[in-house]
Structures are given as C-alpha cells and as structure tokens.
C-alpha cells in the first residue's frame, strides 16, 4: 500500500500548534512570576523637622538638638536609599527570572519545535524507507513471478522436448522392430535355404563319408588281415627258427647259428619291439619321426629286468610310454636256450623305438 505525501498545510499544522502553545505557555510563567513576587514595603515618608529655638534653651542644648536632628535626616536617607536598592534589586531579579523563564521556554519550544523536525524527518525516512523496502518487495515479487513462469516455460518446454523424445524414440523402436522383423523374415528365408542346401550337402557328404568309411574298413580288415597273417607268418618261422636252433644237435646248432646269425639277432629285435607294440599305450603327444633309444637288461631266461632312457626323444611323455610298454613284456620265453655266446648280446642292449614302431 502506498503512502500518501502530506499537503503543505498538513506540513505546517503541528508547527503552528507548537509555537502557539509555547506563547502561552511564556506568557502563563510571566504571570506567574509577577503574582509570585513578594510585596514590598511601603516606603516610609522622610520625616523633616525644623527645630525651633526656644528662647529658654540654652544654646548648648539648642546646637545638641540641631546634631541630633541632622543625623536623624542623614539615617533615614540612608534607610530610604538601601530599602530602594533593595526594592530595585528585587525588582531586577524578578525580571531576570521571567527573563530566564522566558528563555528556557523558549529553548523548550526550540528544542520540542527540533524534536517535532526529527520526529517529522524520521516518519519522513521511514516513510522512504517504507516505499523503499515495498518497491523492492514489489520488485523481488515481481521477479520471483517472472522466475516462477520461467521455470514453468521450461519444465512445460523440457516436458515437451521429452515428449518429442519420447514419441521420436516409439517411433524408431516402432521402425526398427520394422526392420527388424524384415530382416528376420529374410535372414529366415535365407537360413532356411542355406540349412536345406547345409543338409543335403550333409546328406552328400554323410552318404560319401559312409561309403569311405565303408571302403576304408574294408581296406583296413584286408590290410589288417593281410597284416595278421603276415605277422602269424613270421612269428611261426621265428618259432621255427628258434625250435630247430634249439632242438638239433651242437653241430646242426652251429651251422644254424653260422648261417643265420644276425638274422636270429634281428629277428629277437622284431620280437622284442612286437611284443612291446602289443602293450603300448600311445599318449597324446607321440607324433611320427620321434626316436628314443632304450637301454635294456635281460636274463638268460628272458625275463627283462629294468629298462632305462639312454636318449630321449625330448617328449617326457612318448619316452615313459616307450619304456612301460618295454617292462610290460615281463618275460620272452623264446630267449630260452640260447647259447651264452649269444645271449651274452642281450644281458645289455640299446633299441631304438619310433612310433611306427610301436604300432606294429
């Protein structure tokens, strides 16, 4: 609410009021002042006497009268002009009292005329004040409204830009299950052809890898068997060989052992590796160009008694298979009856092993 500016009479209003009581209030202590001063005496009349001289004075007593009467006069004068001082000194104070009074009423009226300035001058800045501090509220409320609408434009905006958003977002999700969808009927289209031609090629190939496998089986059996037969071969003129070595007589022996020497010698090798091939257990780290030399030891009743690496293959592995495979043989009864001279080859002996070897 705005307040409203005084008018020059209101202005001068309280002013006027101020200094009319303030007379009246002077001239109420002035009539105070005079009713309150005392009352003074009534002068006293100056008495003057004249001495007649009596023909039956004396003059002494006449001259004594004269003495006496004039300093009678001189005291009363005197009398007189004191209670007039007195009197005019009174009068003077009562004056300088009003005057005093006259005075200090009219510093009061000053003093009370300043005080009702200040007041004035004070309603007045509080009034500033007041007009200050409600534009300025008027002003922090109008930009807080401003602000408020602000603040309201941009949530409606951002609400609107999400709803954009929003919709934009629906829409490509809309637009991409679109696609998707498409994509997934071709993709399926396409897989199903490529399945089909997939599975009649598996079809192909399952007909074709079952007539190799079929074939190879068949090569495998004859090989195989001819494999079998080969070995049953050479085992029976292996047994052969030993039984007539061991069976005839020192001079048949002798011309066995002359003709057949390093053959009987080779063929103990051939056995000893088949023998082993029979009780190997291929690990998985045995590949074809591995060699591992093996030393041997053996009794003249052909029981094997320890089998040691005398160089590896550098495969840890495929050189312990080699070796278990080796003591497995236990013992090779074929090496019974052999003359010492020539068993003495096999107390001691190295043999090299390959996997080809071994899967004999």
Known sequence: MQQREPSA???????????????????????????????????????????????????????????????????????????????????????????????????????????????????????????????????????????????????????????????????????????????????????????????????????KAAEEAKKKAAADAQKKKAQEAARKAAEDKKAQALAELLSDTTERQQALADEQGDQVAGDFDDLIRMRAAEGWARPPSARKGMTVTLQVSMLPDGTITSVSVARSSGDGPYDSSAVAAVKNIGRLTEMQGMKPSDFNRYRSFKMTFTPEDLAL
């Open 9 to 207: 009479s209101e202005s001068y209003f309280w002013p006027s009021v101020w200094a009319i009581g303030l007379h009246v209030l002077v001239f109420a202590l002035l009539f105070v002042s005079f009713a309150m001063t005392p009352e003074l005496p009534p002068s006293k009349p100056i008495v003057q006497a004249t001495l007649y001289q009596l023909k039956s004075k004396s003059q002494a007593t006449t001259q004594t009268n004269q003495k006496i009467a004039g300093e009678a006069k001189k005291t009363a004068s005197r009398q007189t002009e004191v209670e007039q001082l007195e009197q005019k000194k009174v009068e003077q104070e009562a004056v300088k009292a009003a005057e005093q009074k006259k005075a200090d009423a009219a510093q009061k009226a000053e003093e009370a005329r300043e005080a009702a300035e200040a007041k004035k001058a004070e309603a007045a800045e509080a009034a500033k004040a007041a007009e200050a501090k409600k534009a300025a509220e008027a002003k922090k409320a109008d930009e807080a409204k401003k602000a408020a609408e602000k603040q309201q434009a941009d949530i409606a905006k951002k609400k609107a830009e999400e709803e954009a958003k929003k919709k934009a977002a629906e829409e490509a999700k809309k637009q991409a299950a679109e696609d998707a969808r498409k994509k997934a009927a071709e993709e399926a289209k396409k897989k199903a052809a490529e399945d089909a031609k997939k599975k009649a090629a598996a079809e192909d190939a399952k007909k």
